[in-house]
C-alpha cells in the first residue's frame, strides 16, 4: 500500500521560500502515477498546487504558476516543493498526493499534511 | 477555472438518517467528479470516483449520481463514523475542489 510523507519546515517568513518533500514508499514515483501538492486553509479550502509524472511533464495551477516549482528525485523516491515569496495567505497545510492517469482523475492516496505558517 | 459550489454548508442529521449532499459545477464536467470525506486533522478519503464510481473499501452505504454540471453525495443509514467533512473535485480541467459540507451530529 503506497504511503505518502511530507516534511519540511513549519515556519517561513515573509517574502520567503517555502520548501517541502514528499517522500513515497510501496510505489515508485517512476510509476504511471502523477504526483501532486494540494493545499488547505480556512480561507481558500483545498486548492490544488501542481503536479509532476516520471516522463517530465509538470503542470501548475495558473493562480500560482509564477511562484511554483516542482520536482522529482527518483533515486530517493521523493519529490518536492518550493514556493517562493510567501505571504501570510500561503498559510496552510500542504498535502502530498497520488493521482491515477485514467480518467476520471482523482486523488487515491494523499500524506498525511504539513502545516506551515508564514509570520515573522 | 470551473467552480465547485456545495450544498448545504453544514448538515445535520442522526444515526440512521439518509442524506443527500449537493454540488454543481459552473461548466459542464461530464462525470468528472469525485467525492472526498475528510475528518479533523486527516487527509481527504477518496470515496466516490467518477461520479458515480464506489472506490474500493468505501462501504455500501455511500453512493454518487449526476452528470453535466449538477451531482449528488447520498449517505444511507448514516453511522457514527460518517460524521465528517466531504468535498467534491472536479477532474476535468485544473482540479478544484468544492468549499465542503459539514455533516455535524443532531
Known amino acids: 500500500q503506497v504511503q505518502l510523507q511530507e516534511s519540511g519546515p513549519g515556519l517561513v517568513k515573509p517574502s520567503g521560500t517555502l520548501s517541502l518533500t514528499c517522500a513515497v514508499s510501496?510505489?515508485?514515483?517512476?510509476?504511471?502515477?502523477?504526483w501532486n501538492w494540494v493545499r488547505q486553509s480556512p480561507r481558500k479550502g483545498l486548492e490544488w498546487i501542481g503536479e509532476?509524472?516520471?516522463?517530465?511533464?509538470?503542470n501548475y495551477n495558473p493562480s500560482l504558476k509564477s511562484r511554483v516549482t516542482i520536482l522529482a528525485d527518483k533515486s530517493r523516491n521523493q519529490f518536492s516543493l518550493k514556493l517562493t515569496s510567501v505571504t501570510a495567505a500561503d498559510t496552510a497545510v500542504y498535502f502530498c498526493?497520488?493521482?491515477?492517469?485514467?480518467?476520471?482523475?482523482?486523488?487515491?492516496?494523499w500524506g498525511q499534511g504539513t502545516l506551515v505558517t508564514v509570520s515573522s | 477555472d470551473i467552480q465547485m459550489t456545495q450544498s448545504p454548508s453544514s448538515l445535520s442529521a442522526s444515526v440512521g438518517d439518509r442524506v443527500t449532499i449537493t454540488c454543481r459545477a459552473s461548466?459542464?464536467?461530464?462525470?468528472?467528479l469525485n467525492w472526498y470525506q475528510q475528518k479533523p486533522g486527516k487527509a481527504p478519503n477518496l470515496l466516490i470516483y467518477?461520479?458515480?464510481s464506489l472506490q474500493g473499501g468505501v462501504p455500501s452505504r455511500f453512493s454518487g449520481s449526476g452528470s453535466g454540471t449538477d451531482f449528488t453525495l447520498t449517505i444511507n443509514s448514516l453511522q457514527p463514523e460518517d460524521f465528517a467533512t466531504y468535498y467534491c473535485?472536479?477532474?476535468?480541467?485544473?482540479?478544484?475542489f468544492g468549499q465542503g459540507t459539514k455533516l455535524e451530529i443532531k
Open positions: 498526493a497520488r493521482k491515477g492517469v485514467e480518467a476520471p482523475c482523482r486523488f487515491d492516496s
Open positions: 510501496g510505489d515508485s514515483i517512476s510509476s504511471h502515477y502523477w
Open positions: 509532476i509524472h516520471h516522463s517530465g511533464s509538470i
Open positions: 461548466r459542464s464536467i461530464s462525470t468528472s
Open positions: 467518477g461520479a458515480s
Open positions: 473535485q472536479q477532474g476535468d480541467s485544473t482540479p478544484s
